[in-house]
T-cell receptor, first 119, second 110 residues
């Protein structure tokens, strides 16, 4: 139980294009979803927190116009990297907390991550 | 601001031995602390949660301790196996969000 699906797993795009990453909770209602960024050999850095039906809360230093987050339903959140540049290349990971029989309180369930490479 | 430190160097141990990983933190008193496992190119997987009023938590071959005076958590894997090789992350609660340490890479040799 408590499965979070993230898609795509890998994307390569040209500089200046936009990329959308999807994060879905498959067997529970994700009341809160989190988006992280991870560089090689480094920790997960929280980018933003989103609650279903409301605007995302971004961490300090994260450009909200650059990283658009939508959490339109209790099972889906999307992260769009707009006008991507090589410095946006990274590993992006989503996670979710929620309610349901398959989830435990205070535990974040993670997707498998998306490797973004901007040429 | 909160700071979390884990063993920065990789930990190499022999199969069957106990692996001990350390997580130290400063400038904060979290309500709970969590440990996750992360394999290369994958998202973290939850292992254990320990609350501030708990000294120790066990799950199969895993044991976590939490010393709020020392501001330290220790994570033990007993009877380690090559399949335990991964990066282990500690994370502190910060009002519903998690702050992660940089992780310790564990390698268990057969």
């Amino acid at each position: 139980g408590a499965v979070v699906s993230q898609h795509p797993s890998r994307v390569i795009c040209k500089s200046g294009t936009s990329v959308k990453i999807e994060c879905r909770s498959l067997d529970f209602q994700a009341t809160t979803m989190f988006w992280y960024r991870q560089f090689p050999k480094q920790s997960l850095m929280l980018m933003a927190t989103s609650n279903e039906g409301s605007k995302a809360t971004y961490e300090q230093g994260v450009e909200k116009d650059k990283f658009l987050i939508n959490h339109a339903s209790l099972t889906l959140s999307t992260l769009t990297v707009t006008s991507a540049h090589p410095e946006d290349s990274s590993f992006y990971i989503c996670s979710a907390t929620g309610q349901g029989q398959t989830v435990a309180k205070n535990i974040q369930y993670f997707g498998a991550g998306t490797r973004l490479s901007v040429l | 601001s909160q700071k979390i430190e884990q063993n920065s160097e990789a930990l190499n141990i022999q199969e069957g031995k106990t692996a001990t990983l350390t997580c130290n933190y400063t400038n904060y008193s979290p309500a709970y602390l969590q440990w996750y496992r992360q394999d290369p190119g994958r998202g973290p997987v939850f292992l254990l949660l320990i609350r501030e009023n708990e000294k120790e938590k066990r799950k199969e071959r895993l044991k976590v301790t939490f010393d709020t005076t020392l501001k330290q958590s220790l994570f033990h894997i007993t009877a380690s196996q090559p399949a335990d090789s991964a990066t282990y992350l500690c994370a502190l609660d910060r009002g519903g969000k998690l702050i992660f340490g940089q992780g310790t890479e564990l390698s268990v040799k057969p």
